[in-house]
T-cell receptor
Framework: NAGVMQNPRHLVRRRGQEARLRCSPV?????VYWYRQLPEEGLKFMVY????????ESGMPKERFSAEFPKEGPSILRIQQVVRGDSAAYFC?????????????FGDGTRLSIL | QKEVEQNSGPLSVPEGAIASLNCTYS??????FFWYRQYSGKSPELIMF????GDKEDGRFTAQLNKASQYVSLLIRDSQPSDSATYLC???????????FGKGTKLTVNP
């Protein structure tokens, strides 16, 4: 069974470009969570999505960041007009149901570097 | 601000010893508590989770939860060099499914 699949594993962008990070959850999981880990920092929640719905976006920066989880295809985290401070590891996690008691399983992450 | 606090370490123990990792949380309504292991440059890997007061054992790992003290711990018995990693404590705050993480404790097990 495939786990959470994220691509690309590494992404390099120049300041002002757009970054698109993709996440395919574990087969059968319909709940996706995005987290960001800055260098020497802990993981920070960004957004929680269920198919076609954003459930909680309380951790998303107000500008330049957006996320979607369409009916078909992977979840996408989109960062427009990237800046140096966006350099981080972005992790996606999934779970079969939306419950505070349900463990979340993480993908290998996308390491985003901004030149 | 809902916070999760961990000693950053590093915590160093000899091979075969018991490693004790601690975590406190500020939201008294927190519902579930998770321990993840993260090797350098890798993704977090679920070790254990607990949501009732008391102890929960799985192999060499024991999670302990004390909701009155807002304290959760992870014990690793018979520590092995392969246990050397950063251990992340995470909680789900009341009314939420998101995970709030501590900054992690770096554990080194010396052969």
């Amino acid at each position: 069974n495939a786990g959470v699949m994220q691509n690309p594993r590494h992404l390099v962008r120049r300041r002002g470009q757009e970054a698109r990070l993709r996440c395919s959850p574990v087969k059968g999981h319909s709940h996706v969570y995005w987290y960001r880990q800055l260098p020497e920092e802990g993981l920070k929640f960004m957004v929680y999505l269920q198919k076609e719905n954003i459930i909680d976006e309380s951790g998303m920066p107000k500008e330049r960041f957006s996320a979607e989880f369409p009916k078909e295809g992977p979840s996408i985290l989109r960062i427009q007009q990237v800046v140096r401070g966006d350099s981080a590891a972005y992790f996606c996690a999934s779970s079969p149901i939306g419950s505070p008691h349900q463990p979340q399983h993480f993908g290998d992450g996308t390491r985003l570097s901004i030149l | 601000q809902k916070e999760v606090e961990q000693n950053s370490g590093p915590l160093s123990v000899p091979e075969g010893a018991i490693a004790s990792l601690n975590c406190t949380y500020s939201d008294r309504g927190s519902q579930s508590f998770f321990w993840y292991r993260q090797y350098s440059g890798k993704s977090p890997e679920l070790i254990m989770f607990i949501y009732s007061n008391g102890d929960k054992e799985d192999g060499r790992f024991t999670a302990q939860l004390n909701k009155a003290s807002q304290y959760v711990s992870l014990l690793i018995r018979d520590s092995q060099p392969s246990d050397s990693a950063t251990y992340l404590c995470a909680v789900t705050p009341g009314g939420s499914e998101k995970l709030v993480f501590g900054k992690g404790t770096k554990l080194t097990v010396n052969p």
